[in-house]
């Protein structure tokens, strides 16, 4: 047996940051959480604040890889291995509007990468959504809702996999929203131009979330809240993505402040094949490019995202001034509980790789296998 004890400056335990304990780690895993004063004087002191890993939600690609154009285990693998090199230790990888065998080879992919790290279950963002809010997702492949679609999902919940599916009320009926909410699957409204009428009456149907928050959907304004102002009013999920560039920092702070109950805003990266890997990459036959950290089509019109969970956070807290505990929920906890992973928030039984550190200024700094001494690393 190999123990080992560490004591962080502060600990985040699913709620909030805590002072003052130390971790007693048993061959590679967390055994329990005690008070600082009771460990040994060859503790590690780890500086800055441990945290189980983040979770995300909506991971297009990493790695180089995207997930439309490698739909098998071995690319979600290869996704998910370059986001938990960043501080993301549970993704759903997600599956852009294309064809129906892409589709169809993501949702078997999905089946049978059940169990493998990192690796949740399948986001479907699409193809049943609305041409005029498309974002970069190809009209060519924009359809209205089909059983082919809840039967998908259904073998997904069947299996006791996660589901989130993104989709726009204009293209699926109250009833096929009903349907695939009664399979257990997260049902999330976006790339819709609907009313507020619209977006309410999915939500008593059955739809529980909606997909990156003031993006590809319809606005607010003063006699026409739309998709945004129905979304802020409700008590659903909200996924934002918080990285400067495709929401302003003003209208999350509104955001935040403006929803009427707590603990239903997360962050999702909406991460491309950068992330972790080469500066372009290839979408429906066209080339994408980071540029200036922004991922821009060869017209310079923004593409997707360049970011990570815990770039996220560290935005949330330095330049919104959020407070740290309730950033990590935004990146762990929310995220989480939505898709029925509680246990995923965490300290205890966890292996070391899935425990991160986070520095003063809530940067990652790897995770708590890094401060293992080489030979029991070894």
Same mark, same amino acid.
Request: aromatic share 4%; net charge negative.
């Given at each position: 047996m190999t123990e080992t004890w560490f004591c962080p400056d502060r600990l985040f335990d699913g709620e909030t940051l805590r002072d003052g304990l130390a971790l007693h780690v048993v061959d590679g895993h967390v055994a329990g959480v005690v008070p600082a004063g009771q460990v040994p004087a060859d503790s590690i002191r780890v500086p800055g604040i441990v945290s189980p890993g983040f979770i995300d939600l909506q991971v297009n690609g990493g790695g180089g890889v995207l997930l439309n154009a490698t739909p098998t285990v071995e690319g979600m693998e290869r996704i998910a291995e370059a986001h938990r090199a960043l501080g993301t230790v549970g993704i759903l990888p997600t599956v852009i509007t294309d064809t129906p065998e892409v589709l169809d080879q993501a949702v078997a992919a999905a089946l049978a990468a059940k169990g493998r790290p990192g690796l949740l279950g399948l986001h479907i963002e699409g193809p049943h959504i609305s041409v005029p809010r498309r974002g970069t997702h190809a009209s060519a492949h924009v359809r209205p809702f089909d059983p082919a679609t809840l039967e998908h999902v259904r073998r997904l919940r069947a299996a006791d996999i996660p589901v989130m599916i993104t989709l726009a009320? !204009?293209?699926? +009926?109250? *009833? #096929?929203?009903?349907? $695939?909410? &009664?399979?257990? @699957?997260?049902?999330?409204?976006?790339?819709?131009?609907?009313?507020? !009428? !619209?977006?309410?009456?999915? $939500?008593?149907? &059955? @739809? +529980?979330?909606?997909?990156?928050?003031? %993006?590809? =959907? +319809?606005? =607010?304004? %003063?006699?026409?809240? &739309?998709?945004?102002?129905?979304?802020? %009013? +409700?008590?659903?999920?909200?996924?934002?993505?918080?990285?400067?560039?495709?929401?302003?920092? !003003? =209208?999350?702070?509104?955001?935040?402040? @403006?929803? /009427?109950?707590? #603990?239903? =805003?997360?962050?999702?990266?909406?991460?491309?094949?950068?992330?972790?890997? /080469?500066? *372009?990459?290839?979408?429906?036959? *066209?080339d994408l490019r980071l540029q200036d950290g922004r991922l821009v089509n060869s017209e310079g019109s923004l593409a997707g995202a360049h970011l990570t969970q815990a770039m996220g956070v560290a935005r949330l807290v330095n330049v919104l001034g959020l407070d740290p505990d309730e950033a990590l929920k935004m990146a762990l906890t929310v995220p989480a509980r939505l898709i029925g992973r509680d246990d995923l928030t965490k300290i205890e039984g966890r292996a070391l790789g899935d425990l991160i550190v986070l520095d003063a200024e809530m940067h990652p700094a790897g995770s708590l296998v890094d401060r293992l001494p080489a030979t029991v690393r070894a």
């Open positions: 009320p !204009e293209a699926a +009926s109250p *009833q #096929d929203i009903a349907a $695939l909410a &009664g399979t257990g @699957a997260v049902v999330s409204i976006g790339h819709s131009d609907a009313s507020a !009428e !619209e977006t309410r009456t999915a $939500l008593e149907a &059955g @739809a +529980s979330c909606f997909t990156h928050l003031f %993006n590809a =959907m +319809s606005p =607010m304004l %003063n006699r026409a809240p &739309g998709v945004v102002g129905a979304a802020i %009013n +409700s008590t659903a999920h909200a996924g934002i993505i918080a990285d400067g560039i495709h929401v302003a920092d !003003e =209208m999350i702070a509104l955001a935040l402040r @403006a929803r /009427p109950v707590p #603990d239903r =805003m997360f962050l999702v990266s909406d991460a491309m094949p950068t992330v972790g890997g /080469p500066d *372009q990459f290839s979408l429906y036959g *066209q």
